[in-house]
């Protein structure tokens, strides 16, 4: 539906920018779609969890609060940045798109073929060093704050042990497990949060001038 409307767009538009919404703004939307319906199962196996450690002991609602805080307050500050780098990206691919086409069409003509195609590599490679700075700043947002996670879970955990003895032993490892399910948790938080920072700046290339929720 979302290529159809992309194609029977009756709106100007040049051909490479309509193909780049063909094959990266509607490829990542699909995919975004595809990750919050398994991001849903997450969600039920974290709401267990929660349940779990809040019944073996309310110590927990601290960890649990902070890893909560920790991803809202990371995604606040990573979305001006994950934004530029996205739309960087999408800049440098409607760029190769263009000039793909355009060696396409001077394929008739040798000398202008091998110009075209220099200039094409040069904006696939400036693409790729794009898509390089888009990915690495995607995981270094989502990295960090599993490591906090992690620290700050642990000593608290050693924390609420020290002051209830009876955590200690085979319980302990077993809240350690769920505490790891929350880390994961945020994380895939995290990278989805980052990949709808995406998603809203393709609706916006693709529904420019239309009204969407």
């Known amino acids: 539906m979302l290529i159809d409307f992309i194609v029977h767009d009756e709106r100007p538009s040049p051909l490479w920018s309509r193909v780049t919404m063909i094959k990266e703004d509607a490829e990542k939307i699909a995919s975004v779609i595809h990750d919050s319906i398994h991001f849903i199962g997450t969600c039920i196996l974290t709401f267990s ?42 800049s440098k691919e409607e760029l190769y798109k263009e000039s793909l086409i355009n060696t396409f069409n001077a394929s008739s003509d040798g000398e202008r073929s091998k110009i075209q195609l ?14 390089y700075k888009f990915q690495k700043a995607s995981t270094l947002q989502s990295f960090w ?52 920072i995406g998603v809203k700046v393709s609706l916006n290339r693709i529904f420019r001038g239309y009204r969407y929720e």
């Open 49 to 90: 969890t929660a349940y779990i450690l809040f019944k073996e002991n309310v110590y927990f609602l601290l960890p649990i609060a902070s890893i909560v805080t920790l991803t809202c307050v990371q995604l606040r500050f990573a979305k001006p940045v994950i934004q530029r780098l996205y739309e960087a990206e999408m």
């Open 118 to 131: 220099a200039r094409s590599c040069g904006y696939l490679n400036d693409t790729v060093r794009a898509r």
């Open 145 to 196: 704050p599993e490591m906090a996670i992690s620290a700050g879970t642990v000593s608290v955990i050693f924390f609420s042990a020290t002051a209830t003895p009876e955590l200690l032993g085979e319980r302990l490892i077993a809240c350690l497990g769920y505490i790891g399910i929350f880390a994961m948790a945020s994380t895939t938080s995290i990278r989805l949060g980052i990949a709808m």
